[in-house]
């Protein structure tokens, strides 16, 4: 019988972080012998640390597994073996190859040195856009759920971006170096329109091209965290974004006004971000709403003066947001300060369940779940031309093409900066790691680095035997 391949992994019970156990396990059978034609062996280098591997070692997630289980959603690493190497190339399932530096998404079980995952879960390391693999491992999970958040539900990606895009990876991929955005002329138009013919017409090109879009307000809380600063990567390149973003801290407003200096908002020389559109959340609700109320007025003159139509300002004028991406809830629910045909996109609660000890207080919890959490009226959402849409990106796991579909788009609409890595953690200190992020002082990613230096020593020995 072949010896099965070891690995080291992290495991636990929900209910306490510190139930974490750091195990060394031989469970992996050899792709070759194991019949999984899709799957794809990484050696993980480097694993991302997300608020959700909290929630669900604590038992507050509703997709952890039942039983002992391994955390863990985001990873980068080597390819150590594929099923189809030397098979027929008519029975190749994919592209990877033996050596080949990538990123994955998995449900959970990325907490480990190893993991044999389908193909459709991994993608090539980007390293044409500055990735390494400690960055790689801070990206897929936050980059994705941004994406998916701000693309798919909040609509922020107007339709004549993308087929300037296409034109720009058109004229690229036939060796024209020319780096100009825009769809100059009738010539350019109609070029572009011969490879698209059976989806547009010409008039409807034009349209789409020519169509003036309308400035939003697209408020992100946790701007400087993993999630909100790929937001703010997205929102940077653009048309027509006016940001406003809230942090903890006020050294994250700091970091974000140093990041983001030299930014300007898409085609102005406006800067991207300034002192009055970062919010340092004050602890209670009423004098939060005073903070959201003066950001929303600076950045309506704002969109006044960028406009530059004094006889028609009161159209450009706004007394809320038009999308809100929102991960804290709580006492930081902002719904009722969207604009006519505002988008709510809500995808966590860290306020409602904020917790810094190594359990969760269940009569806190319960307390708050019955007495604290937010209403809506959905009659008044009819009224006011709103709407609320949640999302859990754990839902995509299973629906591969749709997943697919989404990273495809995800790498070639915007052009991604490699993550802010706040702080890396040695593999065997993940619960040092998990309590760091729990303590929300962190900036950025917080990811652990595997060492395989054992594994090399091993195989030493093993050919030293032979």
Same mark, same amino acid.
């Given at each position: 019988?072949?010896?099965?391949?070891?690995?080291?992994?992290?495991?636990?019970?929900?209910?306490?972080?510190?139930?974490?156990?750091?195990?060394?396990?031989?469970?992996?059978?050899?792709?070759?012998?194991?019949?999984?034609?899709?799957?794809?062996?990484?050696?993980?280098?480097?694993?991302?640390?997300?608020?959700?591997?909290?929630?669900?070692?604590?038992?507050?997630?509703?997709?952890?597994?039942?039983?002992?289980?391994?955390?863990?959603?985001?990873?980068?690493?080597?390819?150590?073996?594929?099923?189809?190497?030397?098979?027929?190339?008519?029975?190749?399932?994919?592209?990877?190859?033996? =050596?080949?530096?990538?990123?994955?998404?998995?449900?959970?079980?990325?907490?480990?040195?190893? @993991?044999?995952?389908?193909?459709?879960?991994?993608?090539?390391?980007?390293?044409? !856009?500055?990735?390494?693999?400690? #960055?790689?491992?801070?990206?897929?999970?936050?980059?994705?759920?941004?994406?998916?958040?701000?693309?798919?539900?909040?609509?922020?990606?107007?339709? #004549?971006?993308? @087929? $300037?895009?296409?034109?720009?990876?058109?004229?690229?991929?036939?060796?024209?170096?020319?780096? =100009?955005?825009?769809?100059?002329?009738?010539?350019?138009?109609?070029?572009?329109?011969?490879?698209?013919?059976?989806?547009?017409?010409?008039?409807?090109? $034009?349209? !789409?091209?020519?169509?003036?879009?309308?400035?939003?307000?697209? /408020?992100?809380?946790?701007?400087?965290?993993?999630? +909100?600063?790929?937001?703010? =990567?997205?929102?940077?390149?653009?048309?027509? @974004?006016?940001?406003?973003?809230?942090?903890?801290?006020?050294?994250?407003?700091?970091?974000?006004?140093?990041?983001?200096?030299?930014?300007?908002? /898409?085609?102005?020389?406006?800067?991207?971000?300034?002192?009055?559109?970062?919010?340092?959340?004050?602890?209670?609700?009423?004098?939060?709403?005073?903070?959201?109320?003066?950001?929303?007025? !600076?950045?309506?003159?704002?969109?006044?003066?960028?406009?530059?139509?004094?006889?028609?300002?009161?159209?450009?004028? $706004?007394? +809320?947001?038009?999308?809100?991406?929102?991960? @804290?809830? +709580? $006492?930081?629910?902002?719904?009722?300060?969207?604009?006519?045909?505002?988008?709510?996109?809500?995808? +966590?609660?860290?306020?409602?369940?904020?917790?810094?000890?190594?359990?969760?207080?269940?009569?806190?919890?319960?307390?708050?779940?019955?007495?604290?959490?937010?209403?809506?009226?959905?009659?008044?959402?009819?009224?006011?031309?709103?709407?609320?849409?949640?999302?859990?990106?754990?839902?995509?796991?299973?629906?591969?093409?749709?997943?697919?579909?989404?990273?495809?788009?995800?790498?070639?609409?915007?052009?991604?900066?490699?993550?802010?890595?706040?702080?890396? /953690?040695?593999?065997?200190?993940?619960?040092?790691?998990?309590?760091?992020?729990?303590?929300?002082?962190?900036?950025?990613?917080?990811?652990?680095?595997?060492?395989?230096?054992?594994?090399?020593?091993?195989?030493? =020995?093993?050919?030293?035997?032979?």
């Amino acid at each position: 019988m072949e010896d099965k391949i070891k690995r080291k992994v992290w495991k636990l019970t929900a209910g306490k972080l510190s139930n974490l156990e750091l195990c060394e396990v031989e469970d992996l059978i050899p792709l070759r012998n194991s019949g999984k034609t899709t799957h794809v062996q990484v050696k993980i280098t480097h694993i991302g640390i997300n608020f959700a591997d909290v929630f669900a070692c604590l038992g507050l997630y509703s997709a952890t597994p039942k039983g002992e289980f391994i955390p863990g959603l985001e990873f980068s690493g080597i390819v150590e073996d594929v099923y189809h190497e030397k098979d027929d190339e008519n029975l190749k399932k994919h592209d990877f190859k033996v =050596n080949d530096k990538v990123i994955g998404l998995t449900r959970f079980g990325a907490y480990s040195t190893r @993991i044999q995952i389908q193909h459709y879960y991994l993608v090539k390391l980007p390293e044409h !856009f500055g990735f390494n693999l400690e #960055s790689g491992a801070s990206f897929i999970a936050q980059a994705a759920t941004a994406f998916y958040g701000l693309y798919e539900l909040g609509n922020i990606i107007p339709t #004549s971006f993308i @087929i $300037k895009k296409l034109q720009n990876n058109n004229k690229n991929k036939n060796n024209n170096n020319n780096n =100009n955005d825009d769809i100059e002329d009738e010539d350019d138009q109609n070029k572009l329109l011969s490879s698209n013919s059976s989806f547009y017409s010409t008039d409807l090109m $034009k349209f !789409f091209v020519n169509k003036k879009e309308e400035y939003k307000i697209v /408020f992100i809380h946790s701007a400087a965290g993993g999630v +909100g600063l790929n937001a703010l =990567n997205m929102c940077t390149q653009i048309p027509n @974004i006016i940001i406003i973003g809230t942090v903890g801290r006020e050294e994250k407003k700091d970091f974000l006004l140093e990041k983001y200096k030299d930014k300007k908002i /898409f085609s102005t020389n406006q800067p991207f971000l300034s002192s009055e559109q970062i919010i340092v959340r004050k602890k209670t609700t009423k004098e939060f709403l005073v903070q959201v109320d003066e950001a929303i007025k !600076f950045s309506s003159d704002l969109i006044i003066s960028l406009v530059d139509d004094e006889e028609n300002e009161d159209l450009y004028k $706004k007394e +809320g947001c038009d999308i809100i991406f929102d991960a @804290i809830a +709580g $006492k930081f629910f902002l719904f009722d300060k969207l604009n006519s045909t505002g988008r709510y996109i809500i995808y +966590g609660a860290a306020d409602y369940m904020s917790y810094t000890s190594d359990r969760v207080n269940w009569f806190t919890l319960g307390y708050n779940y019955l007495f604290k959490r937010s209403s809506i009226d959905p009659y008044e959402m009819i009224t006011n031309n709103t709407s609320m849409l949640g999302f859990n990106l754990i839902w995509l796991i299973h629906k591969i093409d749709k997943l697919s579909e989404l990273l495809y788009l995800m790498l070639n609409l915007i052009d991604w900066e490699p993550p802010v890595v706040g702080k890396v /953690f040695p593999f065997e200190d993940c619960l040092e790691a998990l309590q760091y992020i729990q303590s929300g002082n962190s900036i950025g990613k917080v990811v652990l680095e595997v060492n395989h230096e054992e594994d090399n020593d091993e195989q030493k =020995n093993n050919k030293n035997n032979k």
